[in-house]
Each structure stands twice: as structure tokens, then as C-alpha cells.
């Protein structure tokens, strides 16, 4: 079974507006990621907040966390139609250290 | 190039045969992981390990499927007796010791059972 849920399910957005998107889990974590993919390819890291940080920011990513909600969110500023791609969250518990447990993901579409 | 690289990147097999994919993680790196992923769903944890030792499988993991990292190198995942519903994209991935790393994946073993 996957361990988190992200939402929505799919975004379709313009060129220059904010995409967010939703990633609620069930454990307590050790950290909490956020990976891309695009179509049929491998997963690409963006950015990876810790259980004790609220807030990070990457370039146009911005990601926040709230361990009493179990859930975060993230934030890409001033989409570009090359961010079309799948996001997905992935979870690492504090009592599996070794595996990142991944959400079902969010289809973002960017149109020109 | 020294990401993770896999091999096949596709593959189709019949019903009932035996199947290998190889991973070839990045060369510092002792974590190794296998997924599985399916269309329009997130990946699936299967199994990792920690140099040569196997330290967790998922129970997704059936008899028919084994993974082996003899040299704590690179790593194979053997199905035995495919069926129709192993059809789905085999992902590897690996990372540097300890919990506060990201992974690292390959581009995938794409699998389709006829």
C-alpha cells in the first residue's frame, strides 16, 4: 500500500501561473521528498524537507510541512511548460529508515 | 556517465517465462532500491539493500520474485513464471548511508507480459 496521497490528482495550468499541490501521509517520518517524472521516464529529487523544518525553498519550489497535519505541500512559482511532468511524494518513516514510500502523484499540465 | 544505469530498458516476454533486469547503481553508493510502478500510480517499494545484505522486502515481493546484490555492487531482479500482472515499469534507485539523503533513480525497466 502507498503511504501518502497527493491532490490534486491532476493540474491543468498556464505558462507564468502557481502550481500546488497536496501530499497528506499516515506515519510519523523521518523526512519528507518531492520527486518529478516525466512520462515514462525515471524519478528526478527537487527537494527533501526534514521532520523538524516547516519551510524550504529550491529556485521557483517552495515546499512546507506540517508533522501534526501529516502533510505538505508544494509550491512551483511562474510555471514554464517544461514543468509538465508527475510529482510525487515520498515518505521515509522512523521506523523504516531504509525506503521512501510514494503517493499515487499529481499530473500537472502546462499550457503555453 | 555515473548515474543509475538499468538494463533492459524494455522488455517483452511471454506468459510463464523467466525474466532478469539488472541495475548498476551510482558506484559510491551503498543503498540500492527496486520499484515497482505501475501506469498512474507512484512507485512501489519492493525491496533494498544495504551493500550485499537484502534488509527489506515488500510483501509485494511473491515467491516468484528474487533480487540479489552479490558484490554489493550492482544488482539483478529475477521474475520467475511471469504473469500478465508483472507487467509494469521496474524502477532502481540508490543513495549514500543514511536516512537524509535523496535517491537517485535509473530510467526504468519497462516489462509487458503477452
Known amino acids: 500500500s502507498q503511504q501518502g496521497e497527493e491532490d490534486p490528482q491532476a493540474l491543468s495550468i498556464q505558462e507564468g501561473e502557481n502550481a500546488t499541490m497536496n501530499c497528506s501521509y499516515k506515519?510519523?517520518?523521518?523526512?519528507l521528498q518531492w520527486y518529478r517524472q516525466n512520462s515514462g521516464r525515471g524519478l528526478v529529487h527537487l527537494i527533501l524537507?526534514?521532520?523538524?523544518?516547516r519551510e524550504k525553498h529550491s529556485g521557483r519550489l517552495r515546499v512546507t510541512l506540517d508533522t501534526s497535519k501529516k502533510s505538505s505541500s508544494l509550491l512551483i512559482t511562474a510555471s514554464r511548460a517544461a514543468d509538465t511532468a508527475s510529482y510525487f511524494c515520498?515518505?521515509?518513516?522512523?521506523?523504516?529508515?531504509?525506503?521512501?514510500?510514494f503517493g499515487a502523484g499529481t499530473q500537472v499540465v502546462v499550457t503555453p | 556517465d555515473t548515474g543509475v544505469s538499468q538494463d533492459p530498458r524494455h522488455k517483452i516476454t511471454k506468459r510463464g517465462q523467466n525474466v532478469t533486469f539488472r541495475c548498476d547503481p551510482i558506484?559510491?553508493?551503498?543503498?540500492l532500491y527496486w520499484y515497482r510502478q505501475t501506469l498512474g500510480q507512484g512507485p512501489e517499494f519492493l525491496t533494498y539493500?544495504?551493500?550485499?545484505?537484502?534488509?527489506?522486502k515488500s510483501r509485494l515481493l511473491s515467491d516468484r520474485f528474487s533480487a540479489e546484490r552479490p558484490k554489493g555492487s550492482f544488482s539483478t531482479l529475477e521474475i520467475q513464471r511471469t504473469e500478465q500482472g508483472d507487467s509494469a515499469m521496474y524502477l532502481c534507485?540508490?543513495?549514500?548511508?543514511?536516512?537524509?539523503?535523496?535517491?537517485?533513480f535509473g530510467q526504468g525497466t519497462r516489462l509487458t507480459v503477452v
Open positions: 534507485a540508490s543513495s549514500p548511508e543514511g536516512s537524509r539523503t535523496e535517491a537517485f
Open positions: 506515519t510519523s517520518i523521518n523526512n
Open positions: 524537507i526534514r521532520s523538524n523544518e
Open positions: 515520498a515518505t521515509v518513516p522512523t521506523d523504516s529508515w531504509g525506503k521512501l514510500q
Open positions: 558506484s559510491e553508493h551503498n543503498r
Open positions: 539493500f544495504q551493500n550485499e545484505a537484502q534488509l527489506e
